[in-house]
């Protein structure tokens, strides 16, 4: 299914007011003081788990893309990455204002000495440069080979968030064992797929000439259209 | 061992008082249909000089708000899921290494002295509330038993029942939720069984209908909807310390110098403050309590 731009311009609309829909929310309940007993909590957990949600997000693009052939599906994933991003600077200036009141020592012991708070940091500062590099002159500058090995640091990243959540909880992982499961089967099926082009690769399916299919994996995000 | 429960048997009063009783049946009935606030039976209870000066947390916070494992793993599922624990009738054993085991009916609990204690209540997750509970101390219970001489530490059993405890058919901890104190903790004027809470009795959330709380501890020592107290001559194996032995100690005395493996102890929030505030050394009873640890290295000893 193709679809014109001007279809493009109001799905991204539509995107657009649904990653928002989380913020608005924790907004409106602030607002109204509907964020139960603690909530503080309330806004460092659902700023966590949204911030988990669209990394699980990006990584559902490809393969929905792949499985049903709509291209237009990975020109959204720029959008729902930032977002990522944007909910994630959230969740960390959350910590650092509502819950270390910007006790920079206390943050520093915590960022070394808290394994969970550790690989949560990490995946933030991971984010940082793909934040950064989500724009047409970046991937121009980078090229596309370069700029698409950098945001293949979304692996790891979402890889770290579910351990942070993991390390996090008390007693029941049952949650955090479902992105597991998550993360696990959307890089799994990357794996696979790469694996199935290795061994086509090597069957000689491709004349040496041409350009391995791998390559056809570098989709910008942006398209020159844009 | 066991005797014929007070509440078991027709008392001489209230088979006299049959429009009294025909009154309160009819409360009672009707309470079925009221909120739980409304419906809540008010308890007498002189103050306690042991109280806190602190502002007690509103009551819908302390209600609303805490772990009760057995039901949900979160701060709020066990409210709508506690609706369906039966709090009457219940009784509690008290037996173990005693010279007088008893089984005591709630009612007969609810006739001891009762006191209204304002304490802080800190939890190992790092939230704090004040909350003034109804109660007499524990060792107004372990009195009637008369404890023998090799008795060395209380164990508490709570409730348990697979059919309305999701967690507890998911075996998420070794149930029944099993807590214990050494004898002298136990027999500490400021350990506290809880019968009540705001002046009415205990809402089920909180445990009811009775609970233990030890204000110098983290929470989770503070058994909730307790049905056995065993009285025994080596420490407990609890259940917090046979799930995770590292991170949940026997003593779990409130201390900002012991961080948990995995966070922070030295603030905490305050439900309904804003900025966090600093934890104290056993959670502000140090003056009280502290002796009964002298010598003890409480970093070995968490
Ligand atoms: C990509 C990065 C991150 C992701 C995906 C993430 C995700 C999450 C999730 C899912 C939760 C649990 C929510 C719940 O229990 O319902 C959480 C909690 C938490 N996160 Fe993060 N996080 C990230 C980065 C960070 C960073 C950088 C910090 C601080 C330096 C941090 C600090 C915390 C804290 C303190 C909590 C616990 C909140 C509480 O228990 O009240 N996180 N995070």
Redesign the interface.
Known sequence: MSISNGQLAAIKVALFLLCLLPLAWLGWGAWQDALGPNPIETIQRDLGIWTLNLLVATLCVTPLRRMSGWAWLGRLRRMIGLFAFFYALLHFLGYVWLDQFFDWNAIAKDIFKRPFITVGFAAFVLLIPLAATSNRFAIKRLGGRRWQTLHRAVYPIAIFGVIHYWWLVKRDVATPALYALAVLFLLGLRALWREQERREQLAGKYAPQQPPRLRSRIIPIVSRRD | MMHILPSEITPAQTYFDRRKFIGAAGALALSGLLPASAAAQSLIARKSPLSVLETPTPR??IV??GNF?EFA?D??GHVERSKLMAVRPWTVTVEGLVAKPRRFAIEDLLKLPLEERIYRHRC??G?SMVVPWVGFPLSALLNQVEPLGNAKYVEFISHVDPAIMP?VRRQ??DWPYLEGLRMDEALHPLTLIAVGLYGEVLPKPNGAPLRLVVPWKYGYKSAKSIVSIRLVEHPPNTVWMK??PDEYGFYANVNPGVDHP???Q?KE?R??E???RTTLPFNGYADQVASLYAGMDLRKFF
């Open positions: 819908d916070d609303n708000y494992l793993s701060k709020h190992v997750e939230w967690n998420l901890l799930a995770v995995r966070w922070s030295a929030r439900i309904g804003f900025f966090k």
